[in-house]
């Protein structure tokens, strides 16, 4: 085989299905950007991937360059092109779908809230359960990251890791939780559990 990724997706996709079940799906993770990019290039490789794998694993943060937000708006139409990327008959699960609450204070520089992070989720909840039912059909699995906020030692921590000092990256990072560190519900605890309970809900 021309690239030997391939191949080792070939090997790791037959020992999946092996301790598992001829059905399970196996694919690759992807960022939503780097995946529009390379199927707007037709990456020769891309094509390679797609056919030995079954579906398209994707994240998606809603970020602008200097890691300030996006309007909550960006989510409305989100699902809908993302489905008309695949290549056909390949599935998505939609691993990653983020969007900070921000510190919601003076020292706040993402430009988010609590309010914004539970209008994101709506928009984008909504379109996905509004999906026409061939694409729904495509859309195996949304996961909203994450559950809480991650502890402050947690948050220094990937700061060094990634090696970004950036206050809006930090606050982005150490603010993606639907709940806060201690469990305490943001608005957009509900607005998830009633989108993903949409969601699942046959139309």
Known sequence: MQYPFAEFIVYA?????????????????????????????????????????????????????????????AGATYFSEMIATLPDEKCVIQQELGYPSGFNNASSTDGSSPAAQAAFYAAALSGAAGLKPEAKRKLRGVMPFDLSDWPAATCEYFAQYYKISSPAFLEYLCTLGITEADGTGKPALDVVEQGIRALTTPR
């Open 13 to 73: 996709k037959a020992a999946v299905t092996k301790a598992t079940s001829a059905d399970m799906s196996v694919g690759v993770s992807y960022t939503w950007d780097a995946w529009k990019a390379l199927r707007a290039a037709k990456a020769p490789w891309l094509e390679v991937l797609n056919n030995v794998t079954d579906g398209v694993l994707l994240t998606w943060y809603p970020l602008q360059s200097n890691f300030s937000v996006m309007p909550p708006s």
